[in-house]
């Protein structure tokens, strides 16, 4: 199976009609995010994604030409998961009645909670998207997606940010939560601080830096 990917039609996957194939490939689909999870790109080879997968090869190339239409479909089974997650920042009633700090807390709370949920798939595929482009482009396509929805949330307390353009304060709050999230799954609580703190610290953490940036201050 070549994995140059060279070619559109090489990407292309071809569904599965059958009930039995679409078990099959449901679990050529877990198999491959849970490879990326535990050893990134260099775990994922087509003879593992079939072993773990339970499925013989040729269930693969009913599917899919080449490994790197494989591996984005995989890569895309992985956002789906994320991209489920990311629907409470459209349900109105999770926002509905909340004071503006309480609004921005939540806010970040629910953004980061996706990364930290998924965060071994998550941190395995940032880290691949530093020398893959096509990773890369759809990681921004979903970052941008879910930047829209937290705006969408937090813009709820457009009255009370303290800034000329509260749209652009908002946007620029996303940014520096996103980062910090990014930064957490890909290379651990460590990285950036002499003193890790646990999950439930950095999001309160960046929970207040985003009331203070947004609101001016910690209501008392």
């Not at 535990?38 to 040729?58: M, N, S």
């Not at 990681?139 to 930047?147: A, C, H, Q, V």
Request: aromatic letters at 6%.
């Amino acid at each position: 199976m070549d994995s140059s990917g060279g070619g559109h039609a090489s990407l292309e996957v071809r569904p599965p009609l059958q009930r039995r194939s679409r078990e099959a490939w449901g679990r050529v689909l877990d198999a491959g995010v849970a490879l990326l999870e535990d050893g990134g790109l260099d775990a994922f080879t087509i003879a593992a994604v079939c072993e773990r997968a339970g499925v013989a090869p040729r269930a693969l190339y009913a599917r899919v030409d080449t490994k790197e239409a494989l591996f984005l479909a995989v890569y895309e089974h992985g956002i789906g998961r994320l991209r489920a997650d990311q629907e409470v920042l459209a349900d109105d009633a999770r926002w509905a009645g909340l004071a503006p700090a309480d609004l921005v807390r939540a806010a970040v709370a629910e953004t980061v909670g996706i990364s930290l949920r998924h965060q071994r798939f998550l941190g395995a595929v940032v880290l691949i998207s530093a020398a893959h482009a096509e990773v890369r482009r759809r990681g921004s396509r979903y970052s941008r997606e879910l930047g829209e929805g937290f705006t969408r949330v937090v813009l709820r307390a457009r009255d009370a940010i303290r800034h000329d353009d509260a749209e652009a304060a908002v946007r620029s709050c996303f940014g520096t939560v996103f980062a910090a999230s990014v930064i957490r799954v890909a290379y651990g609580p460590g990285f950036a601080t002499p003193v890790p703190v646990d999950d439930e610290a950095f999001v309160a953490g960046l929970g207040e830096t985003a009331v203070r940036y947004l609101l001016g201050a910690v209501p008392a």
